[in-house]
């Protein structure tokens, strides 16, 4: 073997063994080295992979944690990839100085600007009340019926906003919303009544009128009168009765709500 030949071998075996050095047994400094000598990167854990477990690494080496026992593999790639390394010295310097209190924090966070987003439709804005105030009805009149309004509350909200936010009650709501011409069950109905109660109420009255009543006491009233009149088109007087009471119990309080409905209602006619 010529002096060449055992150099290029005593040099393979060398990068051999500082390729298979196990980061958790030998100094940093070696580690370093070896990846300058060989410039071998880690093939056991994926820049991508390694990344996505930068942040548990680093929350466990600032708490004093033994991360090369617990993080081998990340340990490993980091002492070998220049660029996951830089990642996350960074990560860990924002750690150290957060950890020490010393993160600067703004007075005030400047609010969103979401003027870009288009104005939410009257269906959309009426929703979540809609269903508080049915939910209340349903916990009087049929509690069975809870879990149906939570089944069938989706399909509602869609085939009323495809009709244009109107639910003409001159048919059976199932049948006015295309569910099909079987008896409407009082999840149904609760639901129905409580969504076009709300929608007649906004569109008689503006949101001047509505704050008017509402610090005169007079909205309960209101509220209440209206629906027991969409109630009993589709539901019995006792049951229309009821209806009209928990409605306007629960919806009297929404004072905020109802401005915003009908100041939508508006802009949408």
């Given at each position: 073997m010529t002096d060449h030949e055992k150099n290029d071998f005593g040099w393979q075996r060398?990068?051999?063994?500082?390729?298979?050095?196990?980061?958790?047994?030998?100094?940093?400094?070696?580690?370093?080295?070896?990846?300058?000598?060989?410039?071998v990167h880690d093939q056991t854990v994926t820049c991508e992979e390694c990344r996505a477990q930068l942040l548990f690494y680093v929350d466990a080496e600032v708490g004093g944690l033994a991360v090369g026992q617990l993080y081998p593999?990340?340990?490993?790639?980091?002492?070998?990839?220049?660029?996951c390394g830089a990642e996350y010295l960074e990560m860990l310097e924002l750690a150290l100085v957060e950890d020490a209190g010393e993160l600067p924090v703004p007075e005030a966070l400047p609010a969103p600007d979401l003027s870009f987003l288009p104005p939410l439709s009257f269906v959309e804005l009426a929703r979540?009340?809609?269903?508080?105030?049915?939910?209340?009805?349903?916990?009087?009149l049929a509690p069975d019926m809870l879990e149906e309004l939570?089944?069938?509350?989706?399909?509602?909200f869609a085939r009323v906003e495809e009709l244009g936010g109107r639910l003409s009650l001159r048919q059976p709501p199932s049948v006015a919303l295309g569910l099909g011409a079987e008896e409407a069950s009082?999840?149904?109905?609760?639901?129905a009544?409580?969504?076009?109660?709300?929608?007649?109420?906004?569109?008689?009255?503006?949101?001047?009128?509505?704050?008017?009543?509402?610090?005169?006491?007079?909205?309960?009233?209101?509220?209440?009168?209206?629906?027991?009149?969409?109630?009993?088109?589709?539901?019995?007087?006792?049951?229309?009765?009821?209806?009209?009471?928990?409605?306007?119990?629960?919806?009297?309080?929404?004072?905020?709500?109802?401005?915003?409905?009908a100041e939508g209602?508006?802009?949408d006619g």
């Open positions: 060398l990068k051999n063994r500082l390729i298979g050095l196990n980061p958790t047994t030998v100094p940093d400094e070696l580690l370093h080295l070896a990846r300058a000598v060989t410039g593999q990340v340990k490993r790639h980091l002492d070998l990839c220049a660029d979540e009340m809609v269903i508080r105030v049915t939910e209340k009805v349903l916990e009087i939570t089944i069938i509350g989706d399909t509602f009082m999840a149904l109905l609760s639901l009544a409580s969504y076009e109660t709300t929608r007649r109420i906004a569109e008689t009255f503006s949101a001047q009128e509505i704050q008017a009543q509402a610090d005169q006491r007079y909205l309960v009233y209101v509220l209440a009168q209206m629906a027991e009149e969409v109630a009993q088109e589709m539901m019995s007087r006792r049951e229309a009765r009821v209806f009209a009471q928990i409605y306007a119990q629960r919806a009297q309080d929404e004072v905020s709500t109802w401005l915003s409905l209602l508006r802009r």
